[in-house]
């Protein structure tokens, strides 16, 4: 058998992971945070370093700029509209099936789980920041960001009252730094510009609402590009951290 550690999976299909940083003064939203110590202790007891789960921080009126062209003719975009939370998530399951689900020790979600998670984090959705792509009325891609409350939920601590969420409300109006969490294209509609053009009207809106930040996470798939394919210039980049998944391998002998 495999066994993955230290992995936690609040939305991302495989989250988790040892931080590059012992103690980053910032990190990604809803990405759990563990300890470089952690590292040895697995190593002592038999995992070994499989999977890096890299994260970019970029500055996006810098990336922004870096749009050059306008978005390739066919693509519509729309944002998600949140008081249609299930018809929503029903659009993007089988998009987000066909991409991020093929990602290593990534699986499909079922609809259901889908939508139970998109339901639970209702509170930190801001459906601006979410975007679906259609060609020809089909759905072809979708991207999600969270603002960066951080702060405000380690204050609630899990046990939110009604201040907390006050609070919270207020952190999502204030945040100027936001997670892009997901972005995934329908395997049809794959290299065909979709990505960029889901990007570019994301950092726009984010733009219009004065975030000037935001994290890239490496569950980017368009077709056969990651992330790394859609990573700004140098002079964009702020900064980055890394999640290593560690593994353990169990060989049954004979018996």
Known sequence: CTVLAPIQTPLLQLGGGVASEASPLMFPMLQPHVSPVLEHVLQSIGFQPDSVLPYWRVDLARAMAGFTCDQASGIAIRSMNKTQLLREVSIIHPVLNQSLGQLKHCGAFTLDGLYTAAHDLRDLIVGELWKIAEIDGKPAGFVGAFPDVNQALLEAGGGAGTTDIENIGLAIAGARRASIAWLGVAAEFG????????????????????????WLSWEIVDGCHRTKDFLPSDGAMIGRLDYTVFKWQHSAGPS
């Open 191 to 214: 290299g065909m510009g979709v990505g960029r053009a889901l990007l570019q009207a994301l950092y726009t809106e984010l733009l219009g609402r004065n975030f000037t930040e935001a």
